[in-house]
């Protein structure tokens, strides 16, 4: 499966959960559940700015497909990035930036973020983004 269809199916089984508190749930469960990183990328390197918990994001590419993993020390924040490294980890640089990450708006998590917690869902989409065009280019 791509991008565009793991990011269909979270937005398809999100929807179906009318009540805000069980999508929160949804988060916080998968945050609980998402592996951990090595503590050797808990570093500034990974950190993603502007988020009150600490958030770090791990991309790698090898063999034309960007590998993501991620770590936060809040869970819900933990269980936001493990959404975006599910969708998008596997995923082409072209695949990835064909995607806009607003599919989390269309599944109704982002309106109950924190603006603090938006700006740091803001902040790793564009970190995803902008390693993405970087291997594309470096693909050319």
């Given at each position: ?31 609980k ?33 960007i ?10 924040t ?33 309106q ?29």
């Amino acid at each position: 499966m791509n991008p565009q269809a793991r990011s269909l199916a979270i937005v398809e089984m999100l929807s179906c959960m009318e009540d805000k508190d069980e999508k929160l749930q949804f988060v916080i469960d998968k945050g609980k559940t998402a592996p951990s990183l090595d503590k050797a990328y808990q570093t500034n390197t990974f950190r993603i700015e502007g988020c009150v918990s600490n958030l770090w994001l791990v991309p790698s590419f090898k063999n034309g497909h960007i590998t993501l993993m991620a770590d936060a020390d809040a869970v819900i924040t933990k269980g936001i990035a493990s959404l975006l490294v599910e969708v998008y980890s596997g995923g082409t640089p072209e695949e990835i930036l064909a995607l806009d990450p607003s599919f989390l708006a269309r599944a109704g998590i982002t309106q109950h973020l924190t603006p603090n917690r938006r700006n740091g869902l803001t902040n790793v989409c564009n970190r995803i983004m902008d390693f993405a065009k970087n291997c594309a280019n470096a693909s050319e």
